[in-house]
């Protein structure tokens, strides 16, 4: 099996080199023109000074060079670093510092954050215009890269509100893509792929990857907009998609008339999916659904809820929320288990720690030690508390933190505590998540403010909407005299949220 990005990339382009792997906007490539541009931006890579293990970053939204430039730093062993665009000029400092990032490559619509980044100060910043990658050779046959080597950095927040980089390996990323091509139906080479989830997730440039290796036709979305994804359905007769909850939410809610009549198959991840929207989405989409369950320590998938379980689900009102309530059964190389606080393995049906171990999990995470996120046995702990039934079905109820995962994107509590309690006329903050139908999980804010004041949700806000992303606003600001702690000063985050949460059959939504 291969086990590398450039095997994928040449055995792709010697096997069919004139079936076109990749459609954007106007313009369309072959696999074979696939490899030779990956080839070219290898060459350019190495022009602009970059080697074997260098990292560089990438702050655009999904653009064929953003795949080049991936795909020719993997036939190098260079490692890419996607930034959220959504986040801050400051916190993509706190990440192009970590990473030792020695390029940055930003599209034209982000010019004025690269601006405000050392890296542009030093002239090691490029604007994709910039990139002509007819100029360059196609660079020589690939280095020997082995599956055990980086294939990129992905940055998801950590339980401190830092940053941290999880390295995903070549060996992750094709057995990512082995494990959904096992399992959704139809999903190969007569597949009509879209691609609309951003590829600073693993879900965009997993799920991407996936297609391109299994010599899909990919459709490459600049970005999700309900608009753009019922004219690519309508026009281009796609077969297949990833599309998170809240991505079916916003086409439901589009009334579109799209014809939909060719979607063989939607896979879904980030949260949850609930048995009346499955529904609305089973009557408006009339096709097959798959939900992966992961982090992204785990290349994004570490279960599947599996197109029959879904298929039973909407035929069977009497289990249909159990059945959705799971996280489905282990991915092919994939081992979940629950453990007791002792470490012990939990019996069926016990509530626990949810670990898991195979072929998607990552190495470790950059500069950082990794040796306590792992069991003495080799399994990773994900944080999420569950219990698996005697089915095999693994079950989510909880999380050991307080993260808080608002439509799909991953928020620790103490990094939007730490903005909040800087802002002017607020001398106390706390903030947790509470459950919300559109966005699964919502940031909300409990708020003392300095005696004297009066503050609004908009002007805290305002305020903090140029320090944070906007993702991580509060979407609901309460306003306490004082905030509850136990007896060593701690905030109780539970006590706050648990009022929200006592309607809702989990901790999680």
């Known amino acids: 099996m291969y086990k590398t990005c450039p095997q994928w990339i040449d055995f792709?382009?010697?096997?069919?080199?004139?079936?076109?792997?990749?459609?954007?906007?106007?313009?369309?490539?072959?696999?074979?023109?696939?490899?030779?541009?990956s080839r070219r931006a290898a060459s350019f890579l190495l022009a602009s000074g970059l080697s074997a293990g260098d990292r560089f970053a990438i702050l655009e939204q999904n653009t064929p060079e953003l795949y080049f430039l991936i795909l020719g730093a993997s036939l190098k062993g260079i490692i890419p670093v996607v930034l959220n665009w959504r986040l801050s000029a400051?916190?993509?400092?706190?990440?192009?510092?970590?990473?030792g990032a020695k390029a940055l490559f930003y599209g034209k619509e982000f010019l004025s954050t690269a601006k405000n980044l050392k890296i542009f100060a030093e002239k090691k910043a490029r604007s994709f215009e910039e990139i002509i990658l007819p100029d360059f050779a196609e660079s020589a046959e690939p280095s020997a890269v082995r599956p055990a080597d980086a294939?990129?950095?992905?940055?998801?927040s950590g339980t401190t509100g830092s940053p941290r980089g999880v390295i995903v390996s070549h060996a992750n990323v094709s057995a990512l893509a082995l494990q959904l091509i096992l399992d959704i139906p139809g999903f190969g080479a007569e597949a009509r792929n879209l691609v609309c989830a951003p590829n600073f997730h693993i879900s965009g440039l997993g799920y991407f990857l996936t297609g391109y290796f299994a010599g899909a036709e990919n459709f490459l979305l600049r970005k999700f907009e309900s608009s753009a994804v019922e004219n690519a359905v309508d026009s281009q007769r796609i077969t297949h998609a990833l599309l998170v909850p809240a991505m079916m939410q916003a086409l439901i809610a589009a009334g579109g008339h799209a014809d939909y009549g060719p979607l063989r198959h939607i896979l879904y991840g980030a949260s949850p999916i609930s048995g009346t929207l499955l529904r609305q989405a089973k009557e408006k989409f009339s096709c097959d659904f798959t939900q992966a369950y992961g982090l992204t320590e785990t290349t994004g998938v570490a279960t599947l809820l599996r197109c029959d379980d879904h298929r039973a689900a909407i035929f069977s009102s009497e289990t249909a929320d159990e059945i959705l309530s799971s996280a489905g059964r282990p991915a092919f190389g994939m081992a979940v288990t629950v453990l007791r606080d002792d470490g012990s393995t939990a019996e069926p049906g016990e509530i626990g720690e949810v670990c898991v171990r195979g072929d998607t999990v990552f190495s470790g995470y950059w500069n950082v030690s990794s040796e306590k996120y792992f069991s003495q046995n080799g399994f990773l702990r994900t944080g999420d508390i569950g219990r698996i039934d005697t089915d095999g079905y693994l079950f989510l109820l909880d999380r050991l933190n307080d993260l808080i995962i608002s439509k799909g994107e991953k928020i620790y509590p103490i990094e939007v505590e730490r903005i909040l309690s800087a802002c002017p006329g607020i001398k106390d903050a706390a903030v947790f998540g509470i459950p919300d139908d559109e966005f699964g999980e919502a940031v909300c804010a409990a708020v003392v403010a300095l005696p004297g004041t009066v503050i609004t949700m908009e002007e805290i806000n305002s305020w903090a909407r140029t320090r944070i992303a906007p993702y991580k606003l509060p979407r609901r600001v309460v306003f306490l005299e004082q905030l509850p702690r136990n007896a060593s000063g701690k905030v109780l985050r539970r006590d706050l949220s648990k009022p929200y949460w006592q309607d809702v059959p989990r901790n999680i939504n």
């Open 90 to 99: 400051g916190e993509i400092e706190l990440i192009l510092s970590d990473c």
């Open 151 to 156: 294939f990129g950095l992905l940055y998801t």
């Open 12 to 37: 792709r382009a010697d096997s069919h080199p004139h079936r076109i792997a990749l459609h954007f906007e106007e313009r369309e490539y072959t696999y074979l023109q696939m490899r030779e541009f």
